[in-house]
């Protein structure tokens, strides 16, 4: 449950954006900055291609930032590009276009992580959602110390020195 079922990593503007940015980086690939982008992308890789499909986001996590550098790279590129053929009074509209492709990925994906996957019922029960609730409900002083243990073995020794510091007016 670390991704939204369904969802693809990149959503199409971007995976365009993506192989584009890959097109270029293999095409310059003889420029350091292009051939690090590439071996970093496969290295991030290789321990997802390695183990199979189960927890492939988690095992990719290295990939991830270059998998974004690659957009990155196609947009820098078109900016470039259009920065030269542009009169100086229009040069904003490349830097207002990059605003605008930003927030919209930003607030699609922030829409879809924190709104949608956040109460989706498998991450829920994967992060056991109850026992959080009731954590939160009851407080650690006359919560059943069996149930605190139980499902917060690393929590106690923090859970003592706080009911030894803190909870003495509880």
Do not use: C
Not at 130 to 144: C, E, H, K, T
């Amino acid at each position: 449950p670390y991704n939204i079922p369904g969802k693809p990593l990149l959503d199409p503007v971007m995976s365009v954006l993506f192989y584009s940015g890959l097109a270029l980086a293999l095409w310059r690939w003889r420029q350091p900055a292009y051939a690090y982008a590439l071996l970093w992308l496969g290295i991030g890789f290789a321990p997802a291609l390695a183990t199979g499909v189960e927890a492939a986001n988690l095992r990719a996590i290295a990939a991830q930032p270059a998998l974004y550098l690659f957009p990155a790279l196609i947009l820098a590129e078109i900016g470039r590009a259009l920065m030269g053929r542009l009169s100086r009074r229009r040069q904003w509209l490349p830097l207002v276009a990059g605003v605008v492709l930003f927030l919209t990925v930003a607030l699609l994906t922030g829409r879809d992580y924190f709104l949608r996957w956040g109460e989706d019922r498998d991450v829920r029960v994967h992060y056991h959602a109850d026992l959080v609730a009731i954590a939160g409900v009851s407080p650690p002083d006359r919560m059943p110390p069996w149930l605190w243990r139980r499902f917060f073995p690393a929590s106690t020794t923090i859970l003592g020195w706080w009911r030894r510091n803190w909870a003495v007016g509880l």
